[in-house]
Every structure is written in C-alpha cells, then in structure tokens.
C-alpha cells in the first residue's frame, strides 16, 4: 500500500516493526496475556499477528478517541444507523431473550420478536411431534427446504451444517440458492413432494432466484397433488418482511413469519430466517444458539477496549488491511462441520464493508473490506499452502480449530489440530536459509545453497488462532456474534455504513433487461448493449439453436 494512505499516527510502530521477525515477537512472554483471550468457550489467541504492545496500544488509542462505545449503544438502542436506508441495526434484539444485561431496544421491537419466537419454539415443537397442522403444514414431513440466497441462505446453511451432531432424527434440511436450476432439478429427484416442507426466505419477496426456485418448487408440489391449492399451500412456508407478496404469491398469511426492516439479511440468522435452523435442531438448541450470541452482545457491551474480543478483532484487521496493506485473508476453519464458515464471511464482511465512500458520501481515507477466502484445512494445505508459506504475498490467516470433536475418533481428531497448530507456528517462524542449508546433507555447495534457497520459509507470516471448546449451538452463536461485532467496529473505524448494500443493484437491474434478449424467441433485440454483451447473447443464441 502507498505509505500516504497509511494512518500516519501508527508510522513509528510501523517503522520499528518492519525489521522486526515474528520469530522475535513471540520471544516476549508479555504478548500472550494481552493478545490471548477467552470469552466462554471461545479462545482468541492474537499473539501470532505482527504487532508488539506499543503498536496495540497506539491502536487502542485511536479506538479510544472514535467514541466507538456511544456508536455500539446506538446501534443496541435501536438509533437509525444504517442512514442510507434510514432504519435501525437491531439484529442483536434478536437474541435478547439470551442477555444477562437488560436490552436498551425498543419495547415494540423486543415485544414482536419475542412474539415471533414464540410462534417458531411452538411450530418446531409439532414438527418434532409429527403433527404442525395446527400451523397450516402437511402431516409426515421428513424433507426441509430452505429457499434463500445471500443472508437468506448462508446464515442458516452454515449453522445446519455445523450443528449436525444435534439435529432432530427423521428430519433432513436441503438449501435451495442458486438460480441455476440443476439444483432444483436434483433435489425434486431425490425428495417425496407429500413429505416436503418448503421454507421461502426472503426479506424483500422480491429477489428472482427465490422466487424462480419456489416457482419450480410450487410446481412440483401441486403435481403431487392434481393442482389442489390448498393442499399445495400446506407445504410451504415464508419467512419475509413482505407479507402481502408472500401471500400474493400464495403462501397464507398465518404461515408467513416476519423479518423486519431493522434487520438486515446478512445478520438475520437469529430471526426467522433461521426456522430451517430451529427445525433441525430443535427449539432448547436453537435457543443456545441465541444464548452464545448473546453472551458475545453483553461481552461487546460492557468490555474495554483491551480485553473485548471483537474490537481486539477489527484493530487486528484494522493494522493488516489498512496498516500492513494485506489485500485479503485466509479463513481456515479445521473443521468440515464448518465448511460453510468462509462464504458466510464472505457476505458478512465484503458485502458490508465493501464500500468506497463514508456514510457523509466522501470518498474513504483508507482502503476498506478485505477479500476474505478459504476453505477448510487440512485440505486448504494440500492446495494453496504452497503460496501462503513461500508465495511473494503475505495473506493474514484465521484458523478455527475445536477442541473436542462430536466423534469418537480421537487419532483423527488429535491429527486435526496438530496440524492447525504447526501451520501457524510454521507461518510465523518458518525456516532460514542457514536452517534449510544445515539439512541439505548432500551435493557440491552450490547444488545445497541452490537446494537450501528453495527450502527456505521466509516466515512473518501472520495468524489468528481461535479454539471453540466444542461446536455447539452455544459456541457456533458465540463464535458468529464475534464477526458480527468485529464488522461494525471496522465499519465505524472506516467511517462507511456496514448495513446497506447498493453495490449489488446495478448487476441485478442490467440482468432485468438483458432477460427479454436472451428468452428464446426474445421480444428484445440484443442491440441495444454494448458490443462484448452484444456478441455473447448472439453468441448463446447462434448455439443454443445449432445441431
Ligand atoms: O443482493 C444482495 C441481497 O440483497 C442480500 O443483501 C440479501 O441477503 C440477499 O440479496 C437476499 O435478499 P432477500 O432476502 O430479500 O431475498
């Protein structure tokens, strides 16, 4: 990054650290106490990123001075934050019922969601008990499809999957996303439509893949049934902030669930977006889950800034993206359960700090959102590992490792985290040049220096380590509400709106009118767009009516 763009008040510890290896920040047993933290059963360990005490401070400091705690209680008191849309930020009312401190929300807004989760604690309860038609559903439902794409997706996705050791038996949940209908198509082949309980999710009812998918779905539903609506509609439910397009669209009124303006879908999982979620784990889980993330809200509400692990959290990717100008950063949870974790974070974080101007419309003074990527280890190792440890980037690691699995299988399990330990102790310590000749035993000196000089681990490489004591509904809430704070505090560090998301527009409306040209006898001529557009929707033609 260009050293104008750095925040100048951080260039002396910049300065001292750029000589500085890792290898010899961790010889100072200081950095553990301040950098290592536990909150319930989540272990932060920071002492692996490069930054000594004195720069932690200096970024303590700057914390200090933004006032970030009168921006947070804003946020938990319900004050229209999000300005571009003008709405509150609420999604941690959502999981008030779990606080020990007392909500400063608005009254109206906690009475409905306690409203609503009741309605989902008692739906979930007759699911489990093989008879919902109390709520309008089809009896002998073993097939859950969740219907939602971005925060109508991700959230309940990730916490399905990770959750699996806890789901209810005889009840399978299946994520309908893309538009792409082979999905669709596959998943009609596989489930029984009498035995299918479709979930639409969508905030806005209005989204094309949604609906597209519970077109298909509707579809296939009401041939199982020769049409009959009222049979169909009782395989369906909604959860939307649009009640009369849900209901337009067909699904009763009394089966749709509400979302709200004053949550926004990427921070939704909490809310009814998460009835796939409830489903499959039951209502006492689904409640833990509410309880970890609440754990996290009174935590964030009431730390300093030196032990509160989500603005410890956003000053670490404050100094990597802003300050050590790293690009992107590698997720790496050491778990399939949560291979889900990377692209939740993806649109938590790039959709909601992927921006260009303050929420003032100014252009920002710094570079905001980094890519997030990853996958899990240890097969991320056997992929891309090559480049994290001798490429010519630095990429920031996060490494999300459980310490006692769901199974039995201990080997596994002990060879799981062994390997999630080495890879950060090797990123940050590597291996030098004299280390690496030492080892090449055989051949002229030359043949070992040439050996030796690609043998050698240049190290510095930074990570975060964070260790769940197990995956439960519980530490899965926790971990969720972390990112989530982590995102506001860098939100409000770079002064941009972490809650709205116009980017996505301009790509949706061009699709719109691209549609009629590419519809098969289309009523729109391809001639209207540029020539790369142009060429390509006369290209799918030309072959889509070739032999
Ligand atoms: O296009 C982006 C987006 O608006 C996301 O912010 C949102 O999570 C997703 O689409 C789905 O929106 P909806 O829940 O309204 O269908």
Do not use: C
């Amino acid at each position: 990054m260009s050293s104008e763009r750095r925040p100048s008040f951080l260039a002396e510890h910049v300065d001292r650290l750029a000589g500085t290896h890792l290898r010899e920040l961790l010889k100072d047993a200081a950095r553990g106490k301040r950098l290592r933290h536990r909150l319930g059963p989540v272990l932060l360990d920071l002492s692996r990123q490069k930054l000594d005490l004195a720069a932690l401070d200096a970024l303590g400091a700057h914390v200090e001075a933004t006032k970030w705690q009168a921006a947070r209680d804003a946020m938990f008191s319900g004050e229209a934050i999000n300005t571009s849309e003008d709405r509150p930020v609420l999604h941690t009312a959502l999981r008030a019922s779990g606080s020990e401190l007392p909500s400063p929300a608005p009254r109206a807004a906690l009475d409905e969601i306690a409203q609503t989760l009741g309605r989902i604690d008692t739906l979930v309860k007759a699911v489990e008990l093989g008879d919902a038609s109390a709520f309008g559903v089809a009896p002998g439902i073993t097939d859950i499809v969740n219907i939602g794409i971005g925060g109508s997706d991700l959230g309940p996705r990730l916490a399905v999957r990770a959750l699996t050791p806890y789901h209810v038996p005889g009840l399978r949940s299946h994520f309908l996303t893309n538009v792409d209908g082979q999905s669709a198509y596959e998943l009609m082949h596989q489930l029984d439509p009498r035995r299918t309980l479709v979930i639409v999710v969508s905030k806005t009812f209005t989204t094309q893949e949604t609906l597209l998918n519970g077109n298909v779905m509707r579809d296939w539903i009401s041939r199982a049934y020769n049409g009959d609506k009222n049979a169909v509609s009782r395989h369906f439910l909604a959860v939307s902030a649009n009640v009369a397009e849900a209901e337009k669209w067909g699904i009763p009124a009394a089966q749709v669930y509400p979302m709200w303006d004053f949550v926004g879908g990427r921070f939704s999982v909490w809310s009814a977006v998460g009835l796939s979620l409830a489903l499959s784990i039951g209502s006492y889980n689904f409640h833990e889950f509410l309880r970890g993330a609440a754990l996290v809200d009174d935590h964030f509400r009431s730390a300093p800034w030196s032990e509160n692990l989500p603005v410890l959290l956003s000053l670490v990717e404050y100094w990597n993206r802003d300050v050590q100008g790293r690009g992107s950063r590698a997720v790496i949870p050491y778990a399939d359960l949560l291979t889900d974790l990377t692209s939740y974070l993806q649109q938590l974080e790039m959709e909601s700090l992927g921006k260009q101007v303050t929420k003032q419309g100014k252009p920002v003074e710094q570079p905001t959102s980094a890519v997030v990527w990853g996958s899990v280890g240890t097969n991320a190792q056997h992929a891309y590992f090559q480049s994290l440890h001798q490429g010519t980037d630095t990429v920031p690691l996060e490494f999300i490792g459980i310490v006692k699995p769901a199974h039995d299988l201990v080997a596994n399990h002990e060879a799981l985290l062994s390997n999630l330990l080495a890879q950060a102790a090797a990123l940050a310590l590597g291996k030098t040049f004299d280390e690496a000749l030492a080892e090449a035993k055989s051949g002229s000196e030359e043949a070992r220096r040439v050996l030796a000089a690609q043998r050698t681990f240049p190290g510095d490489r930074p990570s975060t380590v964070m260790l769940l004591d197990a995956l439960t509904p519980e530490s899965l809430g926790a971990l969720i509400a972390l990112y989530e704070h982590k995102v506001f505090m860098l939100g409000h560090l770079w002064g941009v709106n972490a809650f709205d998301q116009w980017g996505v527009e301009l790509g949706k409306a061009i699709a719109r009118q691209i549609l009629p040209a590419l519809e098969e006898g289309g009523s729109k001529n391809a001639s209207s767009f540029d020539a790369s557009t142009q060429a390509l929707i006369e290209a799918i033609h030309e072959r889509r009516t070739a032999q």
